[in-house]
């Protein structure tokens, strides 16, 4: 779906570097989410939020920080990149709790 | 701890073949949904199932929710092609803010 984008699609960064992974929805939905996708773990929930300026942490949270100023908006940065964070990033969105969610087409990082 | 099981992890069938993937969990849940992502792409949501006992259809999808709301089971007729993927069940248990994802069944199809 068109509604929601990730960028970049691919990245590669070394060790250290502090690394952004852009979302965004046109379909005003309230809930987001932010997934890791490992072989053998399936998705894993990083961060969500449930409206702009709310957002609470996942399953997985440690060496990520997100904001949502925005409604629209939800990105995702690793303050100093390692490289067990080597993985596909999906964002999504849903329009509210335990709703069907809407993921973007993922994005793919290598920390080297 | 492990929240919810999904198996067979893999699974491989000639063409033609049915094909069936569970889902199942030790607490109620209050709703389960079902996820398709083709190699290469992203999840895409196929159904919700929220009642005990339901089960829903989609052409030679068949998705069922247990009657004590803890498993769910997708099973599908005469395999194609076009079913390569892994399938996901993602489950909302009960009192809980966000769902969680079992780990897939991925299906390859043989022609």
């Known amino acids: 779906d068109a509604g929601i984008t990730q960028s970049p699609r691919y990245k590669i960064t070394e060790t250290g570097r502090q690394v952004t992974l852009m979302c965004h929805q046109t379909?005003?939905?309230?809930?987001m989410f932010w997934y890791r996708q490992d072989l053998g773990h399936g998705l894993r929930l990083i961060y969500y939020s449930a409206a702009a300026d709310i957002t609470d942490k996942g399953e997985v949270p440690d060496g990520y920080v997100v904001s949502r100023s925005k409604t629209e908006n939800f990105p995702l940065t690793l303050e100093s990149a390692t490289r067990s964070q080597t993985s596909v990033y999906f964002c999504a969105s849903s329009r509210g709790q335990g709703q069907p969610q809407h993921f973007g087409d993922g994005t793919r990082l290598s920390i080297l | 701890g492990q929240q919810v099981m999904q198996i067979p992890q893999y699974q491989h069938v000639q063409e033609g073949e049915d094909f069936t993937t569970y889902c199942n969990s030790s607490t109620t849940l209050s709703n389960i949904q079902w996820y398709k992502q083709r190699p290469g792409g992203h999840p895409v949501f196929l159904i919700q199932l929220v009642k005990s006992g339901e089960v829903k259809k989609q052409k030679r999808l068949t998705f069922q929710f247990g009657e004590a709301k803890k498993n769910s089971s997708l099973h599908i007729t005469a395999t194609q092609t076009t079913d390569v993927g892994t399938y996901f069940c993602?489950?909302?248990?009960?009192?809980?803010?966000?769902?969680?994802f079992g780990t897939g069944t991925r299906l390859t199809v043989i022609p």
């Open positions: 379909w005003s939905h309230s809930y």
């Open positions: 993602a489950v909302l248990r009960t009192g809980a803010n966000n769902l969680f």
